[in-house]
């Protein structure tokens, strides 16, 4: 073991001790491969927002697949059941669009996750909290709950499950494996999902859509494997998955928060000058794709209350060691 695994090693001990696993590939070729605290190879990781990103992809292939016209299509285009309450107009406006670069807006300050989970249908939940006075104004507004939406326009354009449909056209053409649905019927059940080591498959709602802003449940292998794609172009062993332009349209900048760049559902961000993309999850989580130097890397975190996300492990302890 060289010097610079060692020292790499020394810091997650120190600082990133919910670390469950890292994978590090470069050019497709797996160069960094280390499991901690008791994990191994096949145990799963709930990987928080990082299921954003997979919704993303889960939509760029109803496109390519014409199930979804377009990222310009309306929400409630597929939902022609929905009763808009009296007065509400704004929420008829809403795109898809809006909804992949986190600029749909709300009627709340704050998430309110106890009442959408705790009803009956999540899709529903966040349809009502949709819109409110203020209009579409662009401005980026981060929101879990709304990215629920998201599933139930891939259930309703597709007429399959989020799972089934990411099972035959994402999962496993990947070589990826997800045990099933995960069914959370409580408070309680929610609080022991988020903090549980054993847990695996991908949570659904009462009416069985998967969710879209957290509860999946992946391997750092898996999570390497999707970011493989996107480095791809789209294709994974000789076989074409997604579109090359979807993965252009998701990692564009599309709106910003302060700092921070945002595509479709993917951050944005530069490591030395390189443009760079990820998908992040709370507590440490992450699918990093620095296309200039072939390098992707994928990190599966356990749940850590108040735990800040940085790259930096990344940028400036990872990719150096491995250009």
Avoid at 62 to 81: C, H, K, T
Avoid at 194 to 200: D, E, G, Q, W
Avoid at 216 to 222: G, M, N, S, V, Y
Avoid at 244 to 269: A, H, M, P, Q
């Amino acid at each position: 073991m060289n010097d610079g695994i060692i020292r790499l090693e020394n810091i997650i001990a120190a600082d990133y001790g919910n670390i469950a696993g890292i994978v590090v590939q470069k050019k497709g070729e797996v160069v960094y491969e280390r499991y901690f605290d008791g994990y191994t190879p096949v145990d799963a990781v709930h990987v928080m927002s990082v299921t954003k990103s997979i919704v993303a992809t889960l939509i760029g292939i109803a496109i390519d697949q014409g199930y979804i016209e377009s990222p310009d299509q309306n929400v409630l285009d597929f939902f022609p059941a929905y009763k808009l309450k009296r007065g509400e107009q704004t929420i008829k406006q809403v795109t898809i669009k809006n909804m992949l670069t986190m600029t749909a807006p709300y009627k709340y300050k704050s998430e309110p996750y106890t009442k959408v989970y705790s009803s009956d249908d999540w899709t529903k939940s966040a349809l009502d909290l949709l819109g409110g006075k203020s209009g579409i104004t662009g401005e980026f507004k981060y929101s879990t709950i709304g990215t629920q939406i998201l599933s139930g326009i891939i259930v309703n354009a597709t007429g399959r499950s989020v799972f089934d449909f990411a099972a035959e056209n994402l999962f496993t053409p990947l070589g990826i494996t997800i045990p099933g649905n995960t069914i959370i019927k409580n408070k309680e059940e929610h609080l022991a999902f988020l903090s549980s080591r054993a847990v695996n498959g991908w949570v659904v709602d009462p009416q069985g859509v998967n969710t879209a802003g957290w509860g999946l449940c992946l391997t750092p292998r898996d999570m390497a494997k999707i970011g493989q794609l996107y480095l791809n172009g789209g294709s994974y062993e000789g076989r074409e998955i997604l579109s090359r332009n979807w993965i252009e349209e998701c990692t564009k900048v599309r709106s910003r928060w302060g700092d921070f760049s945002y595509g479709y559902l993917w951050w944005i961000t530069d490591s030395e000058g390189d443009r760079c993309y990820a998908a992040i999850g709370d507590s440490g989580n992450f699918i990093f794709v620095n296309p200039e130097k072939s390098i992707v890397v994928a990190i599966a975190s356990r749940f850590v209350p108040n735990f800040k996300i940085q790259t930096t492990l990344i940028t400036r302890d990872i990719i150096p060691l491995f250009e």
